[in-house]
Protein backbone atom coordinates (compact mmCIF):
# COMPACT_ATOMS: atom_id res chain seq x y z
CA UNK A 1 0.00 0.00 0.00
CA UNK A 2 1.99 2.90 -1.37
CA UNK A 3 -0.88 5.43 -0.38
CA UNK A 4 -0.93 7.14 3.08
CA UNK A 5 -4.47 8.37 4.37
CA UNK A 6 -5.24 9.26 7.93
CA UNK A 7 -8.55 7.12 8.46
CA UNK A 8 -11.02 9.57 7.03
CA UNK A 9 -8.73 12.50 6.93
CA UNK A 10 -7.14 14.24 4.31
CA UNK A 11 -3.79 12.73 2.27
CA UNK A 12 -0.56 13.11 3.32
CA UNK A 13 1.02 15.19 0.20
CA UNK A 14 4.43 13.72 -0.03
CA UNK A 15 6.76 16.30 -2.08
CA UNK A 16 9.67 13.95 -3.13
CA UNK A 17 12.77 15.00 -5.57
CA UNK A 18 12.31 12.60 -8.54
CA UNK A 19 14.89 10.30 -8.31
CA UNK A 20 14.06 6.75 -9.72
CA UNK A 21 13.18 5.71 -6.59
CA UNK A 22 10.71 8.16 -6.34
CA UNK A 23 9.22 7.81 -9.71
CA UNK A 24 9.06 3.61 -8.90
CA UNK A 25 6.80 4.70 -6.30
CA UNK A 26 4.64 7.46 -7.77
CA UNK A 27 3.96 4.81 -10.38
CA UNK A 28 2.65 2.29 -7.52
CA UNK A 29 0.60 5.21 -6.31
CA UNK A 30 -1.01 5.47 -9.86
CA UNK A 31 -1.57 1.82 -10.51
CA UNK A 32 -3.48 1.83 -7.36
CA UNK A 33 -5.73 5.02 -8.45
CA UNK A 34 -3.56 7.94 -6.49
CA UNK A 35 -2.83 10.78 -7.86
CA UNK A 36 0.43 12.62 -8.44
CA UNK A 37 1.45 15.57 -9.62
CA UNK A 38 4.66 15.71 -12.35
CA UNK A 39 6.45 18.12 -13.96
CA UNK A 40 6.53 18.31 -17.40
CA UNK A 41 7.89 21.29 -20.03
CA UNK A 42 4.63 22.93 -19.85
CA UNK A 43 3.16 22.95 -16.44
CA UNK A 44 2.90 20.21 -13.60
CA UNK A 45 -0.01 18.10 -14.24
CA UNK A 46 -2.18 16.51 -11.54
CA UNK A 47 -1.72 12.92 -13.03
CA UNK A 48 -3.98 9.81 -12.05
CA UNK A 49 -4.61 6.47 -14.70
CA UNK A 50 -6.81 7.44 -17.37
CA UNK A 51 -8.37 4.30 -17.92
CA UNK A 52 -10.39 4.52 -14.34
CA UNK A 53 -12.73 6.43 -14.01
CA UNK A 54 -12.58 6.43 -10.08
CA UNK A 55 -9.20 7.57 -10.74
CA UNK A 56 -10.40 10.64 -13.07
CA UNK A 57 -12.90 11.12 -10.55
CA UNK A 58 -10.45 12.01 -7.97
CA UNK A 59 -8.42 14.08 -10.11
CA UNK A 60 -11.84 16.64 -10.93
CA UNK A 61 -12.76 16.23 -6.78
CA UNK A 62 -8.94 17.74 -5.98
CA UNK A 63 -9.21 20.82 -8.33
CA UNK A 64 -12.52 20.99 -7.85
CA UNK A 65 -13.20 21.36 -11.13
CA UNK A 66 -16.45 21.37 -13.27
CA UNK A 67 -16.84 17.39 -14.58
CA UNK A 68 -17.90 18.64 -18.72
CA UNK A 69 -14.16 20.14 -18.74
CA UNK A 70 -13.07 17.00 -20.49
CA UNK A 71 -8.88 15.92 -19.61
CA UNK A 72 -5.32 15.53 -21.81
CA UNK A 73 -4.25 11.96 -21.61
CA UNK A 74 -0.36 11.70 -21.39
CA UNK A 75 1.38 8.65 -23.59
CA UNK A 76 4.95 7.90 -23.63
CA UNK A 77 4.91 7.80 -27.02
CA UNK A 78 3.03 7.91 -30.50
CA UNK A 79 2.87 4.43 -31.21
CA UNK A 80 1.02 3.82 -27.59
CA UNK A 81 -1.62 6.69 -28.44
CA UNK A 82 -2.72 5.24 -31.15
CA UNK A 83 -4.17 2.22 -30.11
CA UNK A 84 -6.57 5.50 -28.76
CA UNK A 85 -7.46 7.25 -31.46
CA UNK A 86 -7.72 7.67 -35.29
CA UNK A 87 -4.86 9.49 -36.61
CA UNK A 88 -5.46 11.62 -39.95
CA UNK A 89 -2.87 12.45 -42.21
CA UNK A 90 -2.77 16.36 -40.45
CA UNK A 91 -2.76 14.52 -37.12
CA UNK A 92 0.11 12.24 -38.12
CA UNK A 93 2.23 14.44 -39.55
CA UNK A 94 1.66 17.00 -36.52
CA UNK A 95 2.48 14.21 -34.43
CA UNK A 96 6.09 13.27 -36.25
CA UNK A 97 7.08 16.83 -36.50
CA UNK A 98 6.14 17.98 -32.50
CA UNK A 99 5.96 15.11 -30.35
CA UNK A 100 7.66 14.63 -28.37
CA UNK A 101 6.24 18.29 -27.22
CA UNK A 102 4.37 20.85 -26.15
CA UNK A 103 1.45 19.91 -28.58
CA UNK A 104 -2.60 18.16 -27.34
CA UNK A 105 -4.10 16.69 -30.59
CA UNK A 106 -7.76 16.22 -30.50
CA UNK A 107 -8.30 13.68 -31.97
CA UNK A 108 -12.07 10.55 -32.86
CA UNK A 109 -11.27 7.88 -30.22
CA UNK A 110 -10.40 4.20 -31.87
CA UNK A 111 -12.66 1.82 -31.02
CA UNK A 112 -9.80 0.16 -28.70
CA UNK A 113 -10.27 3.36 -26.67
CA UNK A 114 -9.50 2.62 -23.23
CA UNK A 115 -9.81 6.41 -21.79
CA UNK A 116 -12.06 6.80 -19.37
CA UNK A 117 -15.23 8.19 -20.48
CA UNK A 118 -15.09 10.88 -17.65
CA UNK A 119 -11.64 12.13 -19.04
CA UNK A 120 -13.84 12.76 -21.67
CA UNK A 121 -16.38 14.68 -20.78
CA UNK A 122 -18.47 11.80 -22.73
CA UNK A 123 -16.87 13.04 -25.98
CA UNK A 124 -16.43 10.77 -28.80
CA UNK A 125 -12.71 12.56 -29.15
CA UNK A 126 -10.32 12.52 -26.80
CA UNK A 127 -7.23 14.63 -26.53
CA UNK A 128 -3.41 13.31 -26.57
CA UNK A 129 -0.07 14.59 -25.63
CA UNK A 130 3.20 12.96 -25.51
CA UNK A 131 5.44 15.13 -22.91
CA UNK A 132 9.04 16.51 -23.70
CA UNK A 133 9.93 15.48 -20.01
CA UNK A 134 11.94 12.77 -19.01
CA UNK A 135 10.62 12.34 -15.41
CA UNK A 136 6.97 12.66 -16.99
CA UNK A 137 7.72 9.87 -19.42
CA UNK A 138 9.51 7.77 -17.02
CA UNK A 139 6.45 8.14 -14.90
CA UNK A 140 4.38 6.82 -17.69
CA UNK A 141 6.54 4.24 -18.14
CA UNK A 142 6.41 3.01 -14.15
CA UNK A 143 2.44 3.40 -14.18
CA UNK A 144 1.92 1.53 -17.17
CA UNK A 145 -1.17 3.38 -18.47
CA UNK A 146 -1.91 6.45 -20.19
CA UNK A 147 -2.08 9.47 -17.68
CA UNK A 148 -5.01 11.96 -17.32
CA UNK A 149 -3.55 15.37 -16.19
CA UNK A 150 -4.62 18.58 -16.13
CA UNK A 151 -2.67 21.33 -14.75
CA UNK A 152 -2.04 21.12 -11.05
CA UNK A 153 -3.89 24.00 -9.53
CA UNK A 154 -7.46 24.21 -7.98
CA UNK A 155 -9.69 24.76 -10.95
CA UNK A 156 -10.07 28.60 -12.69
CA UNK A 157 -6.67 29.55 -11.06
CA UNK A 158 -3.65 29.88 -12.44
CA UNK A 159 -1.15 27.10 -13.35
CA UNK A 160 1.26 26.09 -11.86
CA UNK A 161 5.09 25.80 -12.81
CA UNK A 162 6.80 25.12 -9.42
CA UNK A 163 6.55 22.20 -6.88
CA UNK A 164 5.41 25.07 -4.30
CA UNK A 165 2.37 26.39 -6.47
CA UNK A 166 1.18 22.89 -6.31
CA UNK A 167 1.67 22.19 -2.66
CA UNK A 168 -0.25 25.93 -2.33
CA UNK A 169 -3.23 24.52 -3.96
CA UNK A 170 -3.48 21.02 -3.90
CA UNK A 171 -1.66 19.64 -0.48
CA UNK A 172 -3.15 17.29 1.06
CA UNK A 173 -6.04 16.50 -1.48
CA UNK A 174 -3.36 14.57 -3.23
CA UNK A 175 -0.83 11.85 -2.50
CA UNK A 176 2.45 13.00 -3.95
CA UNK A 177 4.34 15.59 -5.74
CA UNK A 178 7.35 14.58 -8.06
CA UNK A 179 9.74 17.78 -7.83
CA UNK A 180 11.32 18.33 -11.00
CA UNK A 181 12.33 22.07 -10.88
CA UNK A 182 10.91 24.39 -12.57
CA UNK A 183 9.22 23.85 -16.05
CA UNK A 184 10.95 25.06 -18.70
CA UNK A 185 8.06 26.53 -21.28
CA UNK A 186 5.43 27.59 -18.67
CA UNK A 187 2.40 27.70 -20.91
CA UNK A 188 -0.12 24.80 -21.62
CA UNK A 189 0.43 22.99 -24.62
CA UNK A 190 -0.65 24.26 -27.93
CA UNK A 191 -4.32 22.03 -29.00
CA UNK A 192 -4.88 21.35 -32.62
CA UNK A 193 -8.18 19.74 -33.08
CA UNK A 194 -8.10 17.10 -36.50
CA UNK A 195 -11.42 15.53 -36.55
CA UNK A 196 -13.85 15.54 -39.73
CA UNK A 197 -12.97 18.84 -41.23
CA UNK A 198 -9.55 20.70 -41.42
CA UNK A 199 -7.54 21.30 -38.47
CA UNK A 200 -8.45 24.09 -36.14
CA UNK A 201 -6.48 25.75 -33.29
CA UNK A 202 -8.23 25.64 -30.01
CA UNK A 203 -5.28 26.78 -27.98
CA UNK A 204 -2.16 29.04 -28.17
CA UNK A 205 1.12 27.51 -26.31
CA UNK A 206 4.84 27.12 -27.51
CA UNK A 207 4.02 26.13 -30.78
CA UNK A 208 2.86 28.78 -32.86
CA UNK A 209 0.13 29.12 -35.56
CA UNK A 210 2.93 30.04 -37.74
CA UNK A 211 5.22 26.92 -37.01
CA UNK A 212 1.84 24.80 -37.70
CA UNK A 213 1.26 26.64 -41.09
CA UNK A 214 4.61 25.94 -41.98
CA UNK A 215 4.15 22.08 -41.34
CA UNK A 216 0.64 21.59 -42.32
CA UNK A 217 1.90 23.41 -45.37
CA UNK A 218 -1.63 25.66 -45.56
CA UNK A 219 -3.54 27.83 -43.50
CA UNK A 220 -4.68 26.55 -40.20
CA UNK A 221 -8.29 27.75 -38.34
CA UNK A 222 -7.99 29.96 -35.86
CA UNK A 223 -10.54 28.71 -32.91
CA UNK A 224 -8.65 29.68 -29.60
CA UNK A 225 -10.31 33.05 -29.26
CA UNK A 226 -13.45 31.57 -28.76
CA UNK A 227 -15.31 31.29 -25.27
CA UNK A 228 -17.48 28.51 -24.65
CA UNK A 229 -20.25 28.60 -22.24
CA UNK A 230 -20.09 25.01 -21.82
CA UNK A 231 -16.33 24.85 -23.48
CA UNK A 232 -14.66 21.71 -24.96
CA UNK A 233 -11.77 23.30 -23.87
CA UNK A 234 -11.52 24.64 -19.98
CA UNK A 235 -8.79 26.88 -21.35
CA UNK A 236 -11.79 28.47 -23.44
CA UNK A 237 -13.58 29.62 -20.31
CA UNK A 238 -13.72 33.38 -20.72
CA UNK A 239 -12.66 33.29 -17.06
CA UNK A 240 -9.48 30.70 -16.56
CA UNK A 241 -5.38 30.97 -15.13
CA UNK A 242 -7.21 34.03 -13.24
CA UNK A 243 -5.35 34.95 -9.88
CA UNK A 244 -7.40 36.88 -6.95
CA UNK A 245 -6.32 40.57 -7.87
CA UNK A 246 -7.87 42.56 -10.54
CA UNK A 247 -5.67 42.66 -13.54
CA UNK A 248 -5.67 45.72 -15.90
CA UNK A 249 -3.94 45.32 -19.21
CA UNK A 250 -1.84 47.38 -21.49
CA UNK A 251 -0.96 49.75 -19.40
CA UNK A 252 0.66 52.93 -20.36
CA UNK A 253 1.85 53.57 -16.46
CA UNK A 254 0.68 51.94 -12.85
CA UNK A 255 -0.68 53.76 -9.70
CA UNK A 256 1.20 53.63 -6.71
CA UNK A 257 -0.96 50.90 -4.78
CA UNK A 258 -0.94 48.47 -8.21
CA UNK A 259 1.27 45.77 -8.32
CA UNK A 260 2.86 45.62 -11.51
CA UNK A 261 3.74 43.27 -14.04
CA UNK A 262 5.95 44.64 -16.55
CA UNK A 263 7.78 43.65 -19.79
CA UNK A 264 10.62 44.85 -21.38
CA UNK A 265 11.38 47.79 -18.53
CA UNK A 266 8.48 49.38 -20.13
CA UNK A 267 6.78 50.14 -16.63
CA UNK A 268 10.19 51.32 -14.52
CA UNK A 269 10.03 54.52 -13.99
CA UNK A 270 6.52 53.99 -13.11
CA UNK A 271 5.56 54.06 -9.08
CA UNK A 272 4.08 50.86 -8.01
CA UNK A 273 3.75 48.46 -5.32
CA UNK A 274 6.11 46.02 -6.60
CA UNK A 275 7.14 45.53 -10.12
CA UNK A 276 8.07 42.32 -11.36
CA UNK A 277 9.75 42.25 -14.93
CA UNK A 278 8.57 39.35 -16.86
CA UNK A 279 11.90 39.49 -19.53
CA UNK A 280 13.65 43.00 -18.61
CA UNK A 281 15.26 42.15 -22.05
CA UNK A 282 12.16 41.67 -23.74
CA UNK A 283 12.02 37.78 -24.55
CA UNK A 284 8.91 36.46 -24.92
CA UNK A 285 10.21 32.77 -23.87
CA UNK A 286 11.47 33.88 -20.82
CA UNK A 287 8.52 35.56 -20.11
CA UNK A 288 6.39 32.80 -20.84
CA UNK A 289 7.97 30.72 -18.28
CA UNK A 290 7.80 33.38 -15.43
CA UNK A 291 3.63 34.60 -16.15
CA UNK A 292 2.65 32.10 -13.66
CA UNK A 293 4.68 32.55 -10.93
CA UNK A 294 5.03 36.10 -10.78
CA UNK A 295 1.33 36.07 -11.20
CA UNK A 296 1.49 33.82 -8.14
CA UNK A 297 4.13 36.16 -6.50
CA UNK A 298 2.04 39.22 -6.73
CA UNK A 299 -1.33 38.15 -6.06
CA UNK A 300 0.50 36.89 -2.75
CA UNK A 301 1.20 40.19 -2.19
CA UNK A 302 -2.57 41.11 -1.61
CA UNK A 303 -2.48 44.24 -3.83
CA UNK A 304 -6.08 44.18 -5.58
CA UNK A 305 -4.92 45.22 -8.48
CA UNK A 306 -2.29 44.01 -11.08
CA UNK A 307 -1.25 46.61 -13.81
CA UNK A 308 0.45 44.73 -16.91
CA UNK A 309 2.54 46.15 -19.64
CA UNK A 310 1.77 45.65 -22.89
CA UNK A 311 3.03 42.45 -25.21
CA UNK A 312 3.84 42.13 -28.18
CA UNK A 313 0.96 39.59 -29.77
CA UNK A 314 3.32 37.80 -31.83
CA UNK A 315 4.42 34.22 -31.85
CA UNK A 316 4.26 33.16 -28.49
CA UNK A 317 3.35 36.37 -27.57
CA UNK A 318 -0.13 35.68 -28.46
CA UNK A 319 -0.51 32.94 -25.71
CA UNK A 320 0.53 34.41 -23.41
CA UNK A 321 -1.79 37.37 -24.54
CA UNK A 322 -4.37 34.89 -24.18
CA UNK A 323 -3.67 33.71 -20.91
CA UNK A 324 -3.55 37.74 -19.36
CA UNK A 325 -6.81 38.40 -21.27
CA UNK A 326 -8.90 35.33 -19.67
CA UNK A 327 -6.76 36.19 -16.62
CA UNK A 328 -8.39 39.56 -16.67
CA UNK A 329 -11.59 38.89 -17.69
CA UNK A 330 -14.67 39.27 -15.23
CA UNK A 331 -15.08 36.51 -12.96
CA UNK A 332 -18.15 34.24 -12.53
CA UNK A 333 -19.82 33.48 -9.66
O1 LIG B 1 0.41 21.59 -21.14
C1 LIG B 1 -0.65 21.02 -20.89
O2 LIG B 1 -1.47 20.75 -21.76
C2 LIG B 1 -0.88 20.63 -19.42
C3 LIG B 1 0.15 19.58 -19.05
C4 LIG B 1 -0.07 19.05 -17.65
O3 LIG B 1 0.16 18.54 -19.99
N1 LIG B 1 -2.23 20.15 -19.24
C5 LIG B 1 -3.31 20.97 -19.33
O4 LIG B 1 -4.49 20.32 -19.09
O5 LIG B 1 -3.24 22.14 -19.58
P1 LIG B 1 -5.86 21.10 -18.82
O6 LIG B 1 -6.81 20.04 -18.33
O7 LIG B 1 -5.64 22.24 -17.90
O8 LIG B 1 -6.33 21.51 -20.21
C6 LIG B 1 -6.86 20.52 -21.09
C7 LIG B 1 -7.47 21.16 -22.28
C8 LIG B 1 -8.74 21.82 -21.89
O9 LIG B 1 -8.78 23.12 -22.47
C9 LIG B 1 -9.78 20.85 -22.44
O10 LIG B 1 -11.02 21.43 -22.63
C10 LIG B 1 -9.11 20.39 -23.70
O11 LIG B 1 -7.78 20.20 -23.27
N2 LIG B 1 -9.68 19.14 -24.17
C11 LIG B 1 -9.56 17.93 -23.64
N3 LIG B 1 -10.26 17.01 -24.33
C12 LIG B 1 -10.84 17.67 -25.34
C13 LIG B 1 -11.70 17.28 -26.42
N4 LIG B 1 -12.11 16.03 -26.59
N5 LIG B 1 -12.11 18.24 -27.28
C14 LIG B 1 -11.70 19.52 -27.12
N6 LIG B 1 -10.88 19.95 -26.13
C15 LIG B 1 -10.46 19.03 -25.25
MG1 LIG C 1 -5.65 24.13 -16.50
Not at 54 to 81: C, G, M, S, W
Given at each position: ???????????????????????????????????????????????????????????????????????????????????????????LTLAAV??????????????????????????????????????????????????????????????????????????????????????????????????????????????????????????????????????????????????????????????????????????????????????????????????????????????????????????????IVDRLQ????????
Amino acid sequence: MERERAQGGPLKTVLAQASPPAIERAGAILREGGLVAMPTETVYGLAADATSDRAVAAIYAAKQRPVFNPLIAHFADLETAQREAVFSDAALTLAAVFWPGPLTLVVPVSATCRISLLARAGLASVALRVPDHAIARALIGKAGVPLAAPSANRSGGVSPTLPIHVLADLDGCIDMILDGGPCRIGLESTIVACLDGPPRLLRRGAITLEALRSVLGHEIADSSHGVDERPTAPGRLLSHYAPRARLRLNVAATHPEEAALDFGGFLKASPSLRRLDLSPAGDLIEAAANLFAFLRELDAMGAATIAVAPIPALGLGSAIVDRLQRAAAPRGP
